[in-house]
């Protein structure tokens, strides 16, 4: 009997030492609190439960979740923010880093977000399960940028539903495929490159579940490629005579 509860010790302690995802409130690396499986990682909420006010959940200045992170001799990459994870947050600006791929929902309920929100080029999906969003303000949502445009297919559900956001800039030359009725919900602006104007115009969400017609403004100037650059010099070279 006795070995037998030396040997279930000695089983749990293991477990504690190569376990830390099992965890409820994930591991804490720089301030940010993550969920470890295989060599990805999801960014969780600080705390053994979901917030349920400000003071459990993550505050301060300007945060950046980075692409990677390390822990226990792993880099881990940071693929996915996960469930409620910044549920009553209160930030001046949240960025997440390249390699973001997924955002789970009712990750941002109630956030204050005073700037900005940036989601990288990499980020293919923003869900909206659970009203994703819902009583949040956040001014403005990057979703890709110029110079890496953006991956985004899909924004699902009731993604910032009932959120206060103004400005949502999509760098994207292809539109989403879909975007949930409810989706954005308050009708904020969504700047999209000039050169994709005819393409947004003709996406089949352009009106939401109350049959407005989402704004959307063609503001973006494509970015300057290499191109570019070289069909300037040609020209420049050709009307030198050189």
């Known amino acids: 009997m ?28 720089n301030g940010i609190y993550y969920l470890f499986s295989g060599t990805t990682a999801t960014v969780t909420y600080p705390g053994a439960s979901v917030p ?12 950046v979740v980075p692409s990677t992170v390390s822990y226990g001799g792993t880099t881990f990459t940071v693929t996915k923010v996960g469930e409620g994870a910044f549920k009553y947050a209160v930030l001046n600006s949240l960025t997440f880093s ?10 941002f309920n109630n956030a204050k977000i005073t700037t900005s929100l940036t989601f990288p080029s ?5 869900s909206g399960s659970g009203d994703n969003g819902a009583n949040s303000t956040i001014p403005t949502i990057y979703i890709g940028s110029p110079e890496r445009g953006s991956s985004l297919t899909a924004i699902n559900g009731s993604f910032m539903y009932a959120a206060a956001v103004t400005n949502v800039y999509l ?5 989403p ?15 999209v490159l000039e050169t994709a104007a005819l393409a947004y115009a003709n996406v089949s969400w352009l009106k ?20 570019d650059l070289t069909t300037a010099i040609s020209t420049y070279e050709e009307t030198m005579n050189w």
């Not at 990499?122 to 923003?126: E, I, K, M, R």
């Not at 495929?177 to 700047?191: D, E, K, L, R």
Request: hydrophobic fraction near 35%; charge should be negative; charged fraction near 15%.
């Open 122 to 126: 990499t980020v293919t999906t923003l």
């Open 208 to 227: 939401d579940g109350w049959s407005r017609t989402r704004k959307i403004q063609a503001d973006i100037e494509a970015p300057y490629t290499y191109s």
């Open 52 to 63: 349920t006010s400000a003071s459990e959940a993550y505050s301060g200045g300007d945060l």
């Open 171 to 175: 760098y994207g030359t292809t539109p």
């Open 98 to 107: 390249e390699g973001l791929v997924t955002v789970d929902g009712s990750s």
């Open 177 to 191: 495929s879909s975007m949930g009725a409810y989706a954005f919900s308050q009708n904020p602006t969504f700047h």
């Open 2 to 29: 006795k070995k037998h509860l030396l040997f279930c010790t000695f089983l749990a302690l293991l477990g504690w030492c190569v376990c830390p995802q099992a965890w409820a409130n994930g591991t804490e690396v």
